[in-house]
C-alpha cells in the first residue's frame, strides 16, 4: 500500500516536497513513479526511479525543476518540485511496479496511493 502526502497550495516560484510511503518490507524491490492528473484529462508521467536509487527519468515538462529520489531505508519516495507553475497545478499520485521504472504509460504500473493535491496560485 503506498500513501502520497505532501501536497499543498503554494505560489507560482514556490517549492513543494511530496512524499510517498510504503507500508510493504520489500520496498526496496519496487520502482516508483509519480504521475498527475489534472481535471478532465489524463493521468500523466511525471518522473520515476529505480528500485535502487541509481537510475531516473523524467517528463520533459519538470526537467530541471523537480528530482525525484528515495529512502529505502524509510520505505519513502520523494518528489522535490521547484519553481513551480500555475500549469504544475494537479493531483499527484506515485505508483510502483517490480517491472521496470522506464514506464511511462500509468496503466503499466501496478500499485498506487491515493493522490495528494498540488495548486500553484499564479
Known amino acids: 500500500q503506498l500513501q502520497a502526502s505532501g501536497g499543498g497550495l503554494v505560489q507560482a516560484g514556490g517549492s513543494l516536497r511530496l512524499s510517498c510511503t510504503a507500508s510493504?518490507?520489500?520496498?526496496?524491490?519496487?520502482?516508483v513513479g509519480w504521475f498527475l492528473q489534472a481535471p478532465g484529462k489524463d493521468r500523466e508521467f511525471v518522473a520515476s526511479?529505480?528500485?535502487?536509487?541509481?537510475?531516473?527519468v523524467y517528463a520533459d515538462s519538470v526537467k530541471g525543476r523537480f528530482t525525484i529520489s528515495r529512502d529505502n531505508a524509510k520505505n519513502t519516495a520523494y518528489l522535490q518540485m521547484n519553481s513551480l507553475k500555475p500549469e504544475d497545478t494537479a493531483v499527484y499520485y506515485c505508483?510502483?511496479?517490480?517491472?521496470?521504472?522506464?514506464?511511462?504509460?500509468?496503466?503499466?504500473?501496478?500499485?498506487w496511493g491515493q493522490g495528494t493535491l498540488v495548486t500553484v496560485s499564479s
Open positions: 505508483a510502483a511496479n517490480r517491472e521496470t521504472f522506464r514506464r511511462r504509460d500509468y496503466v503499466q504500473w501496478d500499485y
Open positions: 510493504v518490507r520489500t520496498f526496496s524491490h519496487y520502482n
Open positions: 526511479i529505480s528500485w535502487a536509487g541509481v537510475d531516473t
